[in-house]
């Protein structure tokens, strides 16, 4: 069975400042991780991935996450935000033979000016 | 190239009515998924196609629920006899190697 924890169901920061969301995991096969931003009354649209290679991945608008298999972890970065990233975040992982998502309950980001 | 598409974006019934959800997947992908989104729940997966495979069903949360991919491509998720747990947001998702889904917009279901 799979499942993934964000630590924090809101966060507010202001413009320009640096963000961490945090997401942890927990599974009992090899991993596929993502992360899905949702603007409000749209669907969910794809961040950025973790499928194997660089643990350091890079993403749209700017995002960044890092697998970190130890502390199971798959945090997203971003070091400057803006107004228009407002949004939830959805932590996100897959395995096994139909590669189904287990979603985190999300994060919603809120930058203020 | 267009996106996965879904429809009718809204839909408001009366409970116990029918309710038929389509989404049409990215052309050449051939898994395609349905999930639920719902404030008390969120976001659960339903049902999953691969090709001509038969379809992972696990997630169907009861027997009034079901969906159908026809020709390996649309997919339509039927609900039958609608509560009014059953009001949710209702997305598709298509994947050309099974491992990135990439989503719609989603249907509103609102049972009244």
């Known amino acids: 069975a799979q499942s993934v924890t964000?630590?924090?169901?809101?966060?507010?920061?202001?413009?320009?400042?640096?963000v961490e969301l945090r997401c942890n995991y927990s599974s009992s096969v090899s991993v596929y991780l993502f992360w899905y931003v949702q603007y409000p009354n749209q669907g969910l649209q794809?961040?950025?991935?973790?499928?194997?290679?660089?643990?350091?991945?890079?993403?749209?608008?700017?995002?960044?996450?890092?697998?970190?298999?130890?502390q199971t972890?798959?945090?997203?970065?971003?070091?400057?935000?803006?107004?228009?990233?407002?949004?939830?975040?959805?932590?996100?992982?897959?395995?096994?033979?139909?590669?189904?998502?287990?979603?985190?309950?999300?994060?919603?980001?809120?930058?203020?000016? | 190239g267009a996106g996965v598409s879904q429809s009718p974006s809204n839909k408001v019934t009366e409970k116990g009515k029918d309710v038929e959800l389509r989404c049409d997947?990215?052309?050449?992908?051939?898994?395609l998924y349905w999930?639920?989104?719902?404030?008390?729940?969120?976001?659960?997966?339903?049902?999953?196609?691969q090709g001509n495979s038969a379809p992972d069903k696990s997630g169907l949360p009861s027997d009034r629920f079901?969906?159908?991919?026809?020709?390996?491509?649309?997919?339509?998720?039927?609900?039958?006899?609608?509560?009014?747990?059953?009001?949710?947001?209702?997305?598709?998702?298509?994947s050309l190697d099974g491992k990135t889904q990439y989503f719609g917009p989603g249907t509103r279901l609102l049972v009244l």
């Open chain 1, 6 to 18: 964000q630590l924090d169901s809101q966060v507010p920061v202001f413009e320009e400042a640096p």
């Open chain 1, 73 to 113: 972890s798959f945090h997203l970065r971003k070091p400057s935000v803006h107004i228009s990233d407002t949004a939830e975040y959805f932590c996100a992982v897959s395995g096994g033979s139909n590669y189904k998502l287990t979603f985190g309950k999300g994060t919603l980001l809120t930058v203020n000016p």
């Open chain 2, 25 to 31: 997947p990215i052309s050449g992908h051939t898994a």
């Open chain 2, 35 to 49: 999930y639920r989104q719902s404030l008390g729940q969120g976001l659960e997966f339903l049902i999953y196609f």
């Open chain 1, 46 to 70: 794809l961040l950025l991935k973790y499928l194997s290679g660089s643990t350091l991945v890079k993403g749209i608008n700017g995002f960044e996450a890092e697998f970190n298999k130890s």
């Open chain 2, 66 to 94: 079901s969906a159908e991919r026809t020709g390996g491509s649309v997919s339509t998720l039927t609900i039958q006899r609608t509560q009014q747990e059953d009001s949710a947001v209702y997305l598709c998702a298509s």
